[in-house]
């Protein structure tokens, strides 16, 4: 189920939703943390793809495994996709905590709470944003690299 699809890795599919999806629902989430207005109105797309990011997320890491026992790789590769999977393993932990967040924040504005505890909740959902997203971006950088690095005719992974 997580190897293949049509002949194609999951991962190579799947991971392009963690990698929009992730991003997309910081930003989201960082502005209806900064803007409470928009929290009625855009709050419920916010949580969708924020959800659909989650979701995607232990699917992409378990795919990311079954493709690495495909592979095969080693040396310079195998020490790459070693970075890459580390890296990876840790997106769900700052992503799952921007998504409890969220809901947090717009279940408070549909309760008509305001105060203190709000802009608490507001500020870590800013923080978690940014780190989800960081780590994403880290993840990704590290899998492209592994990917791209040692292209035909390229010295860069001979060892």
Do not use: Y
């Not at 990876?88 to 924040?105: K, S």
């Amino acid at each position: 189920m997580f190897d293949t699809f049509f002949g194609l890795p999951v991962h190579a599919l799947v991971m392009h939703v963690v990698v929009v999806l992730v991003p997309l629902a910081a930003a989201g989430v960082v502005a209806i943390a900064v803007v409470p207005r928009w929290r009625a109105r855009f709050g419920v797309l916010v949580l969708v793809i924020a959800t659909a990011g989650l979701a995607a997320v232990p699917v992409a890491t378990r795919s990311g495994g079954e493709l690495e026992d495909r592979l095969g790789a080693s040396g310079v590769v195998a020490r790459q996709i070693n970075d890459h999977q580390e890296m990876g393993e840790r997106v769900i932990w700052p992503t799952l905590a921007m998504w409890v967040l969220a809901v947090v924040l717009v279940l408070m504005d549909r309760q008509r709470r305001r105060g203190t505890s709000v802009t608490v909740v507001a500020v870590l959902a800013v923080l978690a944003a940014g780190a989800a997203a960081a780590q994403v971006t880290v993840a990704g950088h590290l899998g492209s690299t592994a990917v791209w690095s040692c292209t035909i005719g390229s010295d860069a992974c001979k060892e």
